[in-house]
């Protein structure tokens, strides 16, 4: 089954810093490619096209209120036993983004599970004594950024893989 998320995507300078600690951990535990990100909500099973449009708006509404930019602090650099969440920088979001993340769930009929802001820097299923042994090679947690580059995001093209269909 199809499912989209929507991501927020860091700014220039720390996409950089993220790709740095992607680059150590893809060479010590052979990471695929992926496009760093952080989700703000998904995995919805709705039409793409019906998301999109409430993305679309509800971003539109996050900059008549501002700059449209939401602020994410990287705190620290965690290990976790799913495949998607095996080897992440953990961070401290804004309140416009949880109120974003709140309206999308909303518009999707969905229910909010719980939210865990993070950046993968590797997903698979490394051994976690692999990854604990990998923690003092890698850079600490980037600095806080701001951003207003959002994605839709699918799952399409197989379960384990994500595609950016639409940045906005």
Not at 80 to 99: C, M
Request: proline share 7%.
């Amino acid at each position: 089954m199809t499912r989209y998320s929507v991501w927020l995507l860091p700014s220039p300078d720390a996409e950089a810093a993220f790709r740095a600690a992607k680059t150590v951990a893809d060479a010590a535990l052979g990471g695929l490619d992926f496009d760093l990100h952080l989700t703000v909500a998904g995995a919805f099973d709705i039409d793409p096209a019906q998301l999109l449009a409430v993305c679309r708006a509800e971003t539109g509404r996050l900059r008549e209120r501002g700059d449209g930019s939401v602020d994410v602090a990287p705190t620290c650099i965690s290990i976790g036993e799913t495949y998607f969440q095996s080897l992440f920088v953990r961070a401290e979001v804004s309140d416009n983004l949880r109120a974003l993340r709140a309206a999308l769930y909303a518009a999707a009929g969905d229910t909010d599970p719980g939210f865990e802001p993070h950046i993968s820097l590797y997903y698979g299923t490394a051994p976690r004594h692999q990854k604990i042994a990998l923690l003092p090679d890698l850079p600490s947690a980037p600095a806080p950024f701001r951003s207003d580059r959002f994605a839709l995001a699918s799952n399409a093209r197989a379960p384990t893989a994500w595609d950016i269909i639409e940045y906005f």
